[in-house]
Antibody, heavy 115, light 109 residues
């Protein structure tokens, strides 16, 4: 079964850091580009970042560029999102999603930024 | 990159057809084929319903169809069923690369 499982969310103070992980199974992870998408409480979907299958390209939304870093470890079938300098507006459920066309999604992990 | 514009809500009676629009600028739809639609039930992850304007992934009902004209893409749900009540988001792949729509709440009356 194709599956993505996010972890690493939690409560963090403004200015703090968190590292999200996304564990992939049921498919050849190393051949797929991946994405992070977030959804603030009661709001719509917001694309956050994308990474190519061999990390050959990386893109960020303007709202997170310079604070978030996407990476992957193909040997461990894992995708990561390092989030630094967190702000209240980063509070959201964070999903990882597989290409093409975000055809597979994880269940999400919740990040709350609050003092 | 601004979000694509969708109506906040659309409703219909069981068995009816509804259409959700998704409007952007010419730069949003720079690649004609890359329009996707996602369904999201409350508390659940989004699910891909259509890709490349009108293609359905395996397992998606043929009651869901898509089209595009100019800078507006559309999702039509035919034979509306109670299980179709959810939020729907369009998305395009541009140079950003991804942009989502503002989302539409579909209510089955």
């Amino acid at each position: 079964e194709v599956q993505l499982v996010e972890s690493g969310g939690g409560l963090v103070k403004p200015g703090g850091s968190l590292r999200l992980s996304c564990a992939a199974s049921g498919f050849t992870f190393s051949t797929y580009s991946m994405n992070w998408v977030r959804q603030a409480p009661g709001k719509g979907l917001e694309w956050v970042s994308s990474i190519g299958s061999s990390s050959n390209y990386i893109y960020y939304a303007d709202s997170v560029r310079g604070r978030f870093t996407i990476s992957r470890d193909n040997a461990k079938n894992s995708l990561f999102l390092q989030m630094n300098s967190l702000r209240a507006e980063d509070t959201a459920v964070y999903y990882c999603a597989r290409e093409p066309t975000m055809s597979v999604w994880g269940q999400g992990t919740t990040v709350t930024v609050s003092s | 990159q601004s979000a694509l514009t969708q109506p906040a809500s659309v409703s219909g009676a069981p068995g009816q057809s509804i259409t959700i629009s998704c409007t952007g600028t010419s730069s949003d739809f720079i690649d004609y084929n890359y329009v996707s639609w996602y369904q999201q039930h409350p508390g659940k992850a989004p699910k891909l319903m259509l890709y490349e304007v009108s293609n359905r992934p395996s397992g998606v009902s043929n009651r869901f169809s898509g089209s595009k004209s100019g800078n507006t893409a559309s999702l039509t749900i035919s034979g509306l069923q109670a299980e179709d009540e959810a939020d729907y988001y369009c998305s395009t792949y541009t140079s950003s690369p991804y942009v989502f729509g503002t989302g539409t709440r579909v209510t089955v009356l």
